[in-house]
């Protein structure tokens, strides 16, 4: 099973940017995983909040295969805790070719995304950054991955 992260716009901070690849290498020790980026739209100043989200709802489409898997990181999934999220990520692992997690750009995702979506997950009840959701949930997967192999990297 491949796991992408797919990601609108880059990644502007580059201490962001450092944690993330970091984490990422250490995740692809323990499956295959790659990070997509979709450019950020231009000229958004004459748009409105909706025709932003459709427009990168239909660039997110393109990225995604029938059979995927297609988990978005959102404020209404559910939470879960660490322990809980390995377990879900090892069942759902095993019914998945492609696992594909979504961290749409600053006003959400599109119907047709939330439409294609199989599950929701949420990172907290708090609000972040969307810099900053890309480092946590970088470092919750590595953290499920070692918690899944029984690994010291996570403590009760």
């Not at 491949?2 to 692809?28: C, E, M, P, Q, W």
């Not at 020790?29 to 979709?38: C, D, G, L, N, V």
């Not at 090892?90 to 939330?114: D, E, K, M």
């Not at 990172?123 to 959701?133: A, D, E, N, W």
Request: net charge positive; hydrophobic share 35%; with cysteine.
């Amino acid at each position: 099973m491949k796991t992408i992260l797919l990601l609108v716009g880059k990644t502007n901070d580059k201490h962001f940017a450092a944690g993330i690849n970091d984490y990422a290498s250490r995740i692809s020790h323990y499956m295959p995983f790659e990070i997509q980026t979709i450019p950020e739209l231009k000229n958004t100043k004459s748009l409105s909040e909706e025709q932003q989200k459709t427009m990168e709802g239909e660039l997110i489409m393109k990225q995604l295969q029938p059979s995927d898997t297609v988990v978005l990181l959102d404020e209404h999934g559910k939470e879960m805790r660490s322990i809980e999220y390995a377990s879900w990520l090892q069942r759902t692992a095993n019914n998945a070719r492609r696992l594909v997690f979504i961290i749409g750009g600053p006003y959400g995702f599109s119907p047709s995304v939330y439409q294609r979506a199989n599950d929701k997950i949420s990172l907290s009840r708090m609000t972040f950054s969307h810099q900053m959701v890309r480092l946590i949930f970088t470092e919750q997967l590595y953290r499920a991955c070692t918690i899944i192999k029984n690994e010291p990297y996570h403590h009760e």
